[in-house]
């Protein structure tokens, strides 16, 4: 008997494309893309379509897994739920009683449904502030710095759609982030949309922009005043939004006399007259949008990066309005404070690792990087035990060499993970989850986004895998938590939705929920700002010590470039077909993308001696890596683009799996500085040198 289910793609990477699921006999066989879901249409990448080789995968995680070795040695004793949890939940008490428990920490890496949130109420039931994350590199410093200055996070308002549509930093056509699947972005692109793109290499969208910026890695900042400047010397601001809405515009204005285009040019590498033809088009074809990357994340001033970005929106005139940059409303669920019992856990922000740093407090989450340290120096306290589920930090944190002593120096690891990874390998205890359509799940529940997503059960996990919510949930029972956790996990989806007036049986149904989308709001009742308006200038950062205006300021690293040793500057993009450091272990995918590829421009390949598909050496001042030469026409000589999340899960436990051959996070550093707001690190504009490999690599 054949049954075709309708469900959401879902922690293959953010997910969100609407799929059609057939299964046979308790097995899927078929996975297609839903024309009928009104965010994808039809549309599905080759992770969506390999799920089926992640359900079916024969390395799957079955059982959970004690370790009888020494740690990485991959000797293991196959050990059922009921003592796992017995463990896990003893080492809890026991550290917490001797220690305290803010000596345990919880990390998730980008978060993938309802588990990072539950993680978040384990931890403050049980008293401990610190679950550690990547959010510092990854939507908060464009979350925080937009909050800041006009009070939301802007969505792209693709359906409208808009006139002009910017990239900025964003790969959106193979990345689709956060659920903004790229068929809204080719729709609009098709009735009529101009592109432009801001990103130093070439992608499969740059051909089709009327205008490609291409910054030097590490420069958006300097880059977005040039645009700014441009605006204000041609009369191409919105005056009537800008008197009315926002503070602070003088004092931009002045600011902005501080970047003739000659200069910018010299900074950014960007001929001045494209960055005049750029500002032109984005001002004068309204609506207009920015679609704001993760590259605007990447190095210690992202903030600054951030905030630039946000008030070029704002002197265009385009926030709020109807295919311009869009306030989400998401739809009626439970608070999320509540969910997380916030209150539990009143001082939590003091008592964070990252307490004395004073980052926003949207940031939740302690720094990555903070938590290497504080693994390995025990600064500014010492940690005993950590839980990691859905991170591979070996690989996604900067400085990998450190968080490899820093993750064997704990007295107790435990890893939930769907397949041993080169950070399971590590773990004392590693237990196996459950991934999509294997349990009923919840998407984009906490996120900004104007809808939440329905992601059912469709078939049963293998062996023993359980999803990590129920992990959660009955070790929260087992540490003696009833009040806090819930009988069965059912009743956690349930109270998540209660506000909805649906129940999870209903909810399915529907499959998806939307907010009201709304325009102009701030007519009524202003921006969430304290002054009501548009900061652009921010006195919450002037009271933070920091600059309330956007400016430029050269990275510590890309600084002291170009030099005699590392004369190129090292960047990064995502896999198209991989999510960070997963996936390569499915043969469909890993056939599309075998090795990692390192992309140089023709005339740097031509004065090394580098020819296409040759191994090199890529060094920083903190290692080198080996990847494959590609040989990319359009790429500025002076930049590379390494490839990021490479292990080798093939080579198995000896090497680790080839952790560290071709991982960028070898060649990234973790100390300060730190972005001020929001504890970013420098992942792009990176000085580096190159190096033909010998033999065959
Ligand atoms: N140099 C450099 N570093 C970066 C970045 C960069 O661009 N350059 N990007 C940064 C960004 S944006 C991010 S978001 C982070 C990502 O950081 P991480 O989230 O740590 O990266 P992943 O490699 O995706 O690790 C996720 C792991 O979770 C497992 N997994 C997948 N689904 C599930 C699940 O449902 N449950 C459990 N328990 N496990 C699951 C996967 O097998 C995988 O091993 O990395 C950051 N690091
Ligand atoms: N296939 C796939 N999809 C993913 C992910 C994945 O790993 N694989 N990860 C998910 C996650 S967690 C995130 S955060 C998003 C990120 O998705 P995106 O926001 O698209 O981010 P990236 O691909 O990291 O980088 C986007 C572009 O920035 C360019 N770039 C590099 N350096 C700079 C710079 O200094 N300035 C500018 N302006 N551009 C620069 C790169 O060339 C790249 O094309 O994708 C999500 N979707
Ligand atoms: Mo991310």
């Given at each position: 008997m054949e049954k075709v289910y309708r469900t959401h793609c879902a922690r293959m990477d953010h997910g969100g494309c609407g799929l059609?699921?057939?299964v046979k006999d308790g097995q899927v066989t078929k996975v297609e893309g839903d024309p009928d879901c009104p965010i994808s249409f039809g549309f599905v990448c080759p992770k969506g379509l390999a799920a089926i080789e992640r359900l079916h995968h024969p390395h799957r995680l079955t059982r959970p897994l004690l370790r009888v070795g020494s740690r990485g040695e991959g000797r293991w004793r196959v050990i059922g739920w009921d003592e796992a949890l017995e463990i896990l939940s003893r080492k809890i008490r026991e550290v917490s009683q001797r220690e305290g428990p803010n000596s345990i920490v919880f990390a998730q890496g980008a978060p993938k449904g309802l588990e990072f949130w539950l993680m978040m109420r384990l931890a403050n039931v049980i008293g401990s502030p610190n679950v550690a994350g990547i959010g510092n590199m990854c939507h908060m410093p464009r979350e925080i710095s937009s909050v800041l200055t006009f009070g939301f996070w802007p969505e792209v308002d693709y359906d409208h759609p808009p006139r002009c549509i910017v990239l900025w930093g964003s790969n959106l056509d193979q990345t689709n982030e956060e659920s903004t699947i790229s068929s809204r972005l080719r729709r609009a692109l098709d009735r009529g949309s101009s592109l432009i793109i801001v990103d130093p290499r070439p992608t499969r969208m740059t051909s089709k922009a009327r205008i490609w910026l291409r910054p030097r890695p590490g420069t958006d900042v300097a880059l977005a005043m040039g645009m700014m400047r441009v605006m204000v010397e041609e009369g191409l601001v919105d005056m009537e939004f800008v008197r009315k809405w926002t503070v602070g515009f003088q004092e931009l204005a002045e600011r902005l006399k501080d970047y003739p285009l000659e200069r910018v040019e010299e900074i950014t590498w960007v001929p001045a007259h494209l960055i005049r033809e750029a500002a032109r088009l984005y001002s004068k074809e309204r609506p207009s949008a920015i679609q704001m990357g993760n590259a605007l994340e990447h190095t210690t001033s992202a903030h600054q990066a951030c905030r630039a970005v946000a008030c070029l929106m704002a002197l265009s005139g385009n926030l709020e309005e109807p295919g311009g940059n869009v306030r989400p409303s998401p739809p009626a669920f439970m608070r999320l404070r509540e969910?997380?019992?916030?209150?539990?856990?009143?001082?939590?922000r003091k008592m964070m690792l990252s307490g004395s740093w004073n980052f926003h407090p949207?940031?939740?989450t302690v720094p990555a990087q903070l938590a290497t340290k504080a693994f390995l120096e025990g600064d500014p306290h010492p940690i005993k035990m950590a839980y990691l589920q859905g991170t591979n930090p070996l690989l996604s944190y900067p400085d990998s060499n450190r968080v490899r002593k820093a993750l064997e120096g704990l007295e107790f690891l435990a890893v939930a993970e769907i397949f041993m990874t080169p950070t399971a390998a590590l773990a004392d205890l590693v237990l196996p989850v459950a991934t999509h359509m294997e349990f009923d799940d919840i998407g984009n529940y906490g996120l900004p986004k104007s809808f939440v997503l329905g992601r059912?059960?469709?078939v049963d996990p293998p062996g023993e895998a359980w999803s990590d919510i129920r992990i959660l949930?009955?070790?929260?029972?087992?540490l003696g938590f009833k009040d806090a956790f819930w009988e069965d996990e059912a009743q956690i989806l349930d109270a998540v939705l209660s506000p909805s007036g649906l129940t999870y049986e209903e909810f399915k149904e529907r499959l998806i929920l939307w907010g009201e989308r709304t325009y102009r709001s701030y007519i009524q009742q202003g921006?969430?700002?304290p002054s009501g308006k548009v900061e652009l200038r921010?006195?919450?950062l002037r009271e933070r010590g920091l600059d309330p205006l956007p400016g430029f300021e050269e990275t510590t690293e890309a600084a002291s470039s170009p030099s005699k040793d590392y004369p190129f500057i090292l960047t990064s993009a995502k896999n198209p077909v991989f999510f960070h450091s997963a996936w390569r272990q499915i043969p469909s995918l890993r056939k599309i993308s075998p090795e990692p590829l390192c992309e140089i421009a023709p005339e740097t390949a031509a004065l090394l001696g580098i020819g296409d598909g040759e191994w090199i050496w890529i060094r920083t001042e903190k290692g080198s890596i080996r990847q494959k030469a590609k040989i990319v026409q359009g790429l500025d000589p002076r930049v590379v683009c390494a490839a990021y999340g490479w292990w080798y899960p093939e080579r198995g436990y000896e090497t680790l799996f080839g952790w560290k051959d071709a991982n960028?996070?070898?060649?990234t550093c973790d100390s300060p500085p730190f972005d001020p707001l929001v504890g970013s690190v420098n992942l792009r504009g990176i000085p580096c040198a190159l190096e033909r490999a010998q033999g065959d690599g």
């Open positions: 059609l699921v057939t969910f997380v019992l916030m209150d539990r856990l009143p001082e939590r949207l940031l939740a059912p059960k469709i949930n009955q070790l929260g029972r087992r921006f969430r700002t921010c006195d919450q960028i996070n070898v060649l």
